[in-house]
């Protein structure tokens, strides 16, 4: 394997297969929470019509791919939003459409067919210099993006009319997401493949909440999760010479496997070390009255993950929205 690393090409692959093994866990956490995990397949599928378009007209595949990704992301969250259909029906419209429009236009590409596999299942030797720079550049977007705004993306994906009455610009985000997925599809189909980048957004973060407990401990593991697969499968695939998407997937898939056993004796354990009497009467929560302030992202008070929700510290307590009021930890 340290032959293998003395060419430029498995160099270049390494770099764009650890950025995208960050970037991809880190948006796919908030899909996760969403229970939109399949939603990259539907992007996927739409981004071969853009590889496609890019290969017949001659452009940058990569770039015809993210605009085509965008465009479709979008449309999927306005017509999940708008209520003229489920999620699920939304990405399934999604996923034949791309794929059936990809095909088409590559049939008269000429040789389109075959490079479009290299997209398709992912090529560490097709990787270019400056393919590399886009998918750095793309990765550290969306990384930075999903830190930088995770309360708020948080708020969101966990519940929306909670993030609603906070003032959150609920639709704005929810496209946010739905663009992020898009563009980290797009970074992870040099080295994944299209097909198969779901797998990274979604395999990581159950691996990590085998473990973690909290929302950012979740995504920083799954993050880690992403990196160890990606690195190990591009390096496999160089010294094995086998499709790098499917050997990063199956890295990933093992990791689940191996560590499932262990999750399970932890939350075994996490749960005997919790009391419980099913004859006891069940506490009374305290309300708040004469709460008029409405707590939320940017709101000056200090927020505290708890369980599936965040509680705000505020006059010495823990406030947290139930129903049209709050209460008081």
Sequence with gaps: MFDALSYDFVLRALVAGAVTGLAAPAIGTYLVQRRLSLLGDGIGHISVTGVALGLLTGTSPTWTAIAMAVLGAVVIE?????????????????FYGGIAGGLMLVSFAGNGAVRLN????????SISRADVWVTVILALVVIGLCVALMPQLFSVANDEDFARTTGLSVRFYNVLISVLAA?????????VGLLLVSALMVIPVATAQQFARGFRVTMLSAMAAGLLASVIGV??????????????????????????PVGLVLQRRRTARV?????????????EEAHRHRHGPGCGHVGVEHGDHIDYIHNGHRHAVHGGHYDEH
């Excluded at 009391?275 to 309300?287: G, K, M, Q, S």
């Design 235 to 260: 390096g496999t695939s160089a010294y094995v010479d086998v499709p790098p998407g499917a050997t990063i997937v199956l890295v990933a898939l093992a990791g689940f496997a191996v560590t499932a």
């Design 275 to 287: 009391p419980f009497d099913l004859t006891a009467e069940p506490e009374p929560h305290r309300v």
């Design 118 to 125: 290299t997209y398709l299942f992912g090529s560490i030797v």
């Design 78 to 94: 306005v017509i999940r939003a708008t209520g003229k259909a489920s999620g699920d029906v939304a990405l399934a419209l999604i």
């Design 183 to 191: 563009v980290s599809v797009s970074v992870a189909m040099r080295t």
